[in-house]
């Protein structure tokens, strides 16, 4: 039996749908916007519910498109639960704060409090493969207090300041670019944000309070959508799926 197919207790998991959609160009919040016919989070949210052990799924949205953020949920879900094979998963959608942190926050708030893993998704990775969230959950379950997926990174990186001049040059060999799902041991993740930190993401937050957490492979098919060349991509490659 592999790690992933290893038992793994209750997982919740918040999936962040709050993105502006402001430099797709589009008219609407970006996890609204369509690919193929269907929207970002749609293909989100059905990658999530096939997560092993998914017990409590919330789904942050803006205020403005709560009834369409339930749309996204009714192929998956009957009532408040979503289909996850023989068993289902608690499931809500609730509007964001302000920045994606406070967005987190709540989403926190209102999952499960029995769950004992906790994954953040951005709804903006909606192709991210299944594997990828089981590689983060076994390394959660295996000990650490908190797993990322990332890609090592390819170019060489330059540090420059203000003025557009070089201050230095990072290893490439130590840098990676990493991706969401990030995965948290729940009282871990709990106490960061509780803590009154601010951070760029999970991890870092986690970071900030003494832990540390480990990478695990990510997936090119887990790039952020945030362009229209991007969109343009993920076109192409859901229209390329079998």
Do not use: N
Not at 92 to 97: E, K, L, P, R, S
């Amino acid at each position: 039996m592999s790690d992933a197919d290893a038992p793994t207790g209750r997982v919740g998991v918040v999936i962040v749908a709050g993105g502006s959609g402001s430099r797709l160009g589009a008219a609407e919040p970006k996890a609204f916007v369509r690919v193929a016919g269907r929207t970002l989070l749609s293909y989100a949210v059905e990658r999530v519910a096939q997560v092993p052990g998914l017990a409590s799924l919330v789904m942050v949205a803006p205020a403005t498109h709560l009834d369409a953020a339930r749309a996204d949920l009714i192929p998956l879900a009957s009532a408040d639960l979503v289909a996850v094979g023989a068993r289902s998963a608690e499931a809500a959608v609730v509007a964001g704060g302000a920045e994606r942190s406070d967005s987190v926050r709540i989403g926190l708030e209102r999952l499960d409090p029995a769950c004992d893993l906790i994954v953040i998704h951005d709804a903006a990775r909606c192709l991210t493969p299944v594997a990828v969230f089981e590689r983060v959950i076994a390394a959660v379950r295996g000990g650490a207090a908190g797993a990322v997926p990332g890609l090592p990174v390819v170019d060489t990186i330059k540090v420059v300041d203000g003025e557009g001049v070089i201050t230095g040059t990072p290893d490439r060999a130590t840098l990676w670019a990493v991706q969401t799902p990030q995965g948290f041991d729940a009282t871990v993740l709990r106490t960061a944000y509780a803590s009154g930190l601010t951070a760029t993401d999970d991890a870092a937050l986690v970071e900030a309070i003494g832990h540390h957490v480990r990478v695990v492979e990510g997936d090119p098919l887990a790039f952020k959508i945030t362009t229209p060349d991007d969109l343009a991509r993920a076109e192409l490659l859901v229209r390329a799926l079998p």
